[in-house]
């Protein structure tokens, strides 16, 4: 993981997660000491991984954690005093949040911190494809709109279209899309 936030009330505890966290782990590692500064930071970046060690004195650290949770893809591993493990556990966990009981054993963490870099290396491989796939139907609306285009003002059929397209992409060795959007700027207004 690239980067790593500690949200943690206490030096001693922030030390104490570094200490555990080695270099070869995170190359950034960052910390706050409540969650209003937690969530002001989070808008300016975001995290791959956020540790929040509970309770915190701005609030318990459930709700921050399922927030982070919801709202980026950074995973969260939240610690939480024993007595409470249960409760917090059962409203955390359907936001994919990883909740790990004090006091904490370095195995069991570890364990924690190996499952978060498995999620949100899943999660990114699933982010990274579905901007491909994004892509893909803007290309496809932008080539679409040029056909309409070439229809329109010059009386082509949509096979037609579809061929001038195909054909000019690989005389220009383009893409549809930049042949598309050519087509796009010379006749936007003209119809």
């Keep these: 993981m690239e980067s790593v936030l500690i949200v943690s009330p206490t030096d001693k505890s922030i030390a104490s997660f570094r200490d555990i966290l080695s270099p070869s782990f995170c190359q950034t ?32 650290g459930e709700d921050l954690s399922s927030y982070i949770a919801s709202n980026d893809i950074s995973q969260v591993i939240l610690v939480v005093n024993s007595e409470h493990y249960d409760e917090i556990s059962a409203k955390t966990e359907d936001f994919g949040v990883i909740t790990v009981s004090k006091p904490i054993s370095k195995s069991i963490f570890w364990s924690a911190l190996k499952m ?15 901007h491909k796939l994004m892509k893909k139907i803007e290309d496809i609306r932008i080539v679409d709109r040029a056909k309409c285009m070439l229809i329109s003002c010059l009386n082509m059929s949509e096979n037609e279209a579809h061929r001038y397209i195909e054909k000019k992409a690989m005389d220009d060795r383009s893409t549809k899309r930049k042949v598309a959007e050519e087509i796009l700027e010379t006749y936007d207004g003209k119809s």
Excluded: G, M, Y
């Excluded at 870099?117 to 990114?124: D, G, I, M, Q, V």
């Design 29 to 60: 590692l960052v910390s706050t000491k409540s969650c209003s500064e937690t969530r002001q930071l989070l808008q300016q970046r975001s995290f791959d991984l956020v540790i929040i060690n509970a309770p915190l004195r701005d609030e318990s």
């Design 116 to 130: 978060a870099k498995a999620s949100h290396n899943r999660l990114k491989a699933l982010q990274n494809e579905n």
